[in-house]
């Protein structure tokens, strides 16, 4: 009789144990743990990164000066030929009128690692000045394994070392479906794989190395978050997007600390030490590093170029900025108008600093710098895009209609690119993983909310009933998707050359603005319902 008791017991152990799987259909990818289940998505995304990659590229057979390829290209002839010294000097080798070097030195770096590959396999791609305009075949196929590598090596370990710290500190995730659901989320973000892959840049790196630091800071490895961090930021200067949030969460992290003084101190030689390795070569004197720094900030282009879903954009339909106003006077103006509007996000990671809010900041630091800040490309809505796609299982809605309105506002460029079949094609597959049977239409998470707490979801119901309201999301779709049809089949007025894209430039601004409103509340009320003990478990 005892045998059948334990028998008994121990089958009801096991029923609870498989409870959830017969009716999960990703257990089988995800029963032997997140890294075999991440392998196999990985190889999945870089398939579809491959493919990609078999389509056009920014400014293909389109000279005098082609495109980001042919940047890319020549910043690998250029680092590669001429010493450090002269990487980003105007001279008679080194023409900056014809794509110079405006990224910081790691990118200079990353471009002379490249330029060493290319330059075994195909000397001819990389020679100095006969090299311009260069697209053999090889030369393209070794540029898109320069990419490939560098995602595999940088942006995919990243996600994984971020999905495992999220993964130990249950924000949420229930079943091992939600796992790998979160993966694909980041690793099939249509938006990076088409601008890095399609238009060809190398996003990956900037962005992988925000990933580690992410998720250094919230495994407490705080000096380590600073190091990835610096390094993202000597990358690609737009990582500046991200500064206030780190700022405030480090800060406010340190300042609960029993030596906040020595904290504070750790972190700031830490970003010392890891400026002057990156930049060493351009700290011996004084011209050099104000020739880079003037790289850095190009002013002189204006406060934007083509149609970005931004403010200044945006609002130029109604205000002529650059003609009404100096180029000073605007960078006061944008300056000013990105620091008001990402000041409270930094302010409530000082004031509460938590791990969930810390990601909420990313995403609303970098909307800030997104829709206000200076020379803002439509490639630059990557960024909000990433924390974004880090809160997946926390905001299941929101990235499906932002992911939405992002690649809307890049079409033009992508259609420009000759990407309209790739474009399709990843919107698709996005589609079809959002609604994956244990995806946010899916049992888990359509029936469960990731944030349980009933005060916070009131106290944003106001705006959340705006932004998520079904005629208004209804409406907003019918039009992209008309605006699509029209985009591809007719042509503009005369008289208005690019009504289209300030259309679609207005519509998406709408959105983004929206949902600034949204997720800036949504920070705010966390802190309000986070206990001492809480904060304590999150901060010691």
């Known amino acids: 009789m005892k045998k059948k008791g334990e028998i008994k017991k121990v089958k009801k152990v096991k029923d609870k144990v498989n409870d959830g799987q ?44 082609f495109g980001d390829y042919e940047a890319q290209r020549h910043w690998m002839e250029i680092t590669l030929n001429l010493p450090p010294k002269d990487w980003y000097r105007n001279s008679s080798v080194n023409d900056l009128s014809y794509w110079g070097l405006d990224y910081p030195p790691l990118t200079a770096y990353q471009s002379y690692v490249h330029g060493v590959f290319l330059k075994t396999f195909d000397p001819d791609s990389v020679a100095l000045f006969t090299s311009r305009g260069y697209e053999s075949y090889l030369g393209k196929l070794l540029m898109r394994w320069t990419v490939l590598s560098s995602d595999v090596l940088i942006f995919f370990p990243a996600v994984l070392y971020f999905v495992l710290v999220y993964r130990s500190m249950r924000f949420g995730m229930g079943q091992n479906s939600d796992v790998a659901w979160h993966i694909a989320m980041i690793l099939l973000n249509p938006c990076l794989i088409l601008i890095d892959h399609g238009h ?54 340190c300042l609960r600390k029993k030596n906040p003084l020595l904290e504070v101190t750790k972190l700031g030689l830490m970003v010392i030490g890891t400026f002057a390795v990156v930049w060493w070569p351009y700290l011996q004197s004084k011209d050099a590093a104000l020739a880079v720094l003037s790289r850095l900030a190009p002013f002189e282009r204006g406060i934007y170029e083509d149609y970005v879903a931004n403010f200044w954009c945006t609002s130029s339909v109604l205000v002529k900025w650059k003609k009404l106003y100096s180029t000073q ?5 944008s300056l000013a108008a990105t620091l008001i509007t990402c000041l409270p996000s930094m302010v409530q990671q000082i004031l509460a600093p938590s791990s969930k809010g810390f990601l909420y900041a990313l995403l609303n630091t970098s909307f800030s710098f997104y829709l206000f ?17 880090l809160l997946a299982l926390e905001e299941s809605r929101s990235i499906l209609w932002l992911t939405h309105f992002a690649m809307f506002s890049m079409f033009p460029l992508l259609h420009r690119d000759k990407l309209v079949l790739a474009y399709m094609a990843l919107y698709a597959l996005f589609i079809l993983v959002y609604f994956a049977p244990c995806g946010p239409s899916g049992r888990c998470h359509g029936t469960k909310t990731l944030d349980n707490t009933q005060k916070t979801k009131r106290s944003v119901d106001f705006i959340t009933s705006i932004t998520f309201h079904p005629l208004l999301m209804g409406f907003l779709g019918l039009c992209s998707l008309i605006l699509h049809v029209i985009y591809l089949t007719m042509h503009p007025p ?47």
């Not at 006077?329 to 103006?333: N, V």
């Not at 200076?374 to 960024?383: A, D, N, T």
């Not at 409103?517 to 999150?538: A, E, R």
Request: aromatic fraction near 16%.
């Open 329 to 333: 006077s605007l960078r006061i103006f």
């Open 494 to 540: 005369n008289k208005y050359p690019f009504l289209f894209e300030a259309v679609i430039m207005l519509i998406c601004f709408s959105q983004f603005v929206l949902f600034t409103f949204y997720f800036n509340s949504k920070q705010w009320m966390l802190s309000k319902h986070l206990t001492s003990k809480d904060k304590q478990k999150k901060l010691i």
């Open 200 to 253: 060809f840049q190398y996003n990956c790196i900037s962005l992988g190395l925000t990933i580690a630091a992410i998720a250094a800071a919230l495994s407490q490895k705080d000096l380590v978050a600073s190091v990835l961090y610096c390094l993202a930021l000597n990358h690609k200067q737009m990582s500046a997007y991200f500064a206030p949030a780190f700022f405030g969460y480090l800060l406010g992290k």
């Open 373 to 389: 800040s200076f020379q803002v490309h439509e490639k630059s809505i990557l960024l909000p895009l990433l924390p974004l796609t």
């Open 22 to 65: 017969d009716d999960d259909p990703w257990w089988w990818l995800v029963q032997e743990g997140i890294r075999p289940s991440f392998l196999c998505i990985s190889l999945f995304a870089l398939l579809v990164r491959v493919a990609v990659g078999l389509h056009p590229y920014s400014g293909a057979r389109t000279p005098p000066k």
